[in-house]
């Protein structure tokens, strides 16, 4: 299903880099960020996402389209499809939006001998007709990444945006509290 290949292709790719950029990072423990309320995972709000991601994304050429995704719902999402692998580097994602950011934690496994507490905070805007999403901080314990290792990942993060070709123009990005909403039109 073609929906369905977009879909992991936009939103998958952006929860694996953020989890595999915090791979060589120092592993002292330190405080991580937490969601201001629990986030449970579950196919019910996994499934939900995906359906209105897949009407929003049928349309045709000019047709407007307004995606709502809740924390709860891109959070089952990520956690479900990085289940899919066996050898999947990030567990226990938790994604949250709040005081006009992205807001994300987890575990990463199978990466270094021992496993690593991480989490991200980033902001996201439109530019030239695409989401935009600009690294603010990531940390893995109680050492943040360097500035610099924050704009590769920044970088790969949006080419890897642009790769997924979803034929849309994005118009309007707001980050709420517990919410993203996303508007754009079909190309």
């Not at 995606?67 to 692998?85: F, G, I, Q, R, W």
Request: proline share 6%.
């Amino acid at each position: 299903m073609r929906s369905r290949s977009t879909l992991v292709r936009f939103i998958l790719p952006l929860a694996v880099l953020i989890g595999l950029a915090c791979g060589p990072c120092n592993l002292i423990s330190g405080e991580m960020p937490t969601p201001p309320h629990p986030i449970a995972v579950s196919t019910e709000s996994a499934g939900q996402l995906e359906s209105r991601l897949q009407q929003s994304l049928q349309g045709e050429p000019g047709q407007q389209f307004i995606v709502h995704m809740t924390d709860a719902e891109l959070t089952s999402l990520v956690a479900l499809e990085l289940a899919k692998y066996a050898e999947s580097t990030v567990i226990n994602p938790q994604i949250w939006f709040t005081k006009g950011k992205i807001y994300g934690t987890g575990r990463l496994v199978n990466v270094l001998p021992v496993e690593a507490d991480f989490s991200f905070i980033a902001n996201a805007r439109v530019q030239d007709g695409k989401m935009v999403v600009e690294m603010e901080e990531v940390s893995a314990g109680a050492l943040p990444i360097p500035a610099s290792v924050l704009d590769t990942l920044s970088q790969s993060i949006n080419e890897t945006v642009e790769e997924s070709q979803l034929g849309v123009k994005v118009t309007d990005l707001e980050i709420l509290e517990g919410e993203l909403v996303i508007r754009g039109e079909k190309e």
